[in-house]
T-cell receptor
Framework: DAKTTQPNSMESNEEEPVHLPCNHS???????IHWYRQLPSQGPEYVIH???SNVNNRMASLAIAEDRKSSTLILHRATLRDAAVYYC??????????????FGKGTKLSVKP | EPEVTQTPSHQVTQMGQEVILRCVPI?????FYWYRQILGQKVEFLVS????????KSEIFDDQFSVERPDGSNFTLKIRSTKLEDSAMYFC??????????????FGPGTRLLVL
């Protein structure tokens, strides 16, 4: 799986939007972009994924650059419950088996009241 | 909403003892995984399991580790002779089993293992 780069930490104020960046300059055309998060003392949790087009779900939005070398996870209104480590992970479409998720260090998001 | 469950939530054991960590994956899922996270470090893949056999494993998953699906609902990770460095949070995960990399994995809350 291709490598991703994320800032170590970010801060946000409650009820404000948060933009979490991820660089993946070596992404291939068959890599999906996945985001997971890990709340304190919990297991990782799926957030969103996409391939080329921007994606929205009830948790977040994913904005993918036109060249796909970067993406941004957008939390539209951060809550205290969104304080977590956010992981950007690439998964190859050609993966024949279910394969494992390769977690990096992620971005630790702090949310201030 | 269906969820992955794990037991026990905490386990303390003596070095050299065997431990079995238990997981109940989501019922219609076909792929099962174990990951671990040493305190303060990254989440690391251990093993994936499909159709009653290991489909992938990492370098961490050596002969001291084994997995089993003893019945239609449980998925277990056994460590035969625990070492101090096995102390970690162990996460079980499952996925539906579609052969696409868009597949979502659902994680359990973890078992915290402490080896003394």
């Amino acid at each position: 799986d291709a490598k991703t780069t994320q800032p170590n930490s970010m801060e946000s104020n409650e009820e404000e939007p948060v933009h979490l960046p991820c660089n993946h300059s070596t992404i291939s055309g068959t890599d999906y972009i996945h985001w997971y998060r890990q709340l304190p003392s919990q297991g990782p949790e799926y957030v969103i994924h996409g391939l080329t087009s921007n994606v929205n779900n009830r948790m977040a939005s994913l904005a993918i650059a036109e060249d796909r070398k970067s993406s941004t996870l957008i939390l539209h209104r951060a809550t205290l419950r969104d304080a977590a480590v956010y992981y950007c992970i690439l998964r190859d479409l050609r993966t024949r088996s279910q394969g494992n998720l390769i977690f990096g260090k992620g971005t630790k998001l702090s949310v201030k009241p | 909403e269906p969820e992955v469950t794990q037991t026990p939530s905490h386990q303390v054991t003596q070095m050299g003892q065997e431990v079995i960590l238990r997981c109940v994956p989501i019922s219609n899922h076909l792929y099962f995984y174990w990951y671990r996270q040493i305190l303060g470090q990254k989440v690391e893949f251990l093993v994936s399991f499909y159709n009653n056999e290991i489909s992938e494993k990492s370098e961490i998953f050596d002969d001291q580790f084994s997995v089993e699906r003893p019945d239609g609902s449980n998925f277990t990770l056994k460590i035969r002779s625990t070492k101090l460095e096995d102390s970690a949070m162990y996460f079980c995960a499952s996925s539906r089993g579609q052969r696409f990399s868009s597949e979502t994995q659902y994680f359990g809350p973890g078992t915290r293992l402490l080896v003394l």
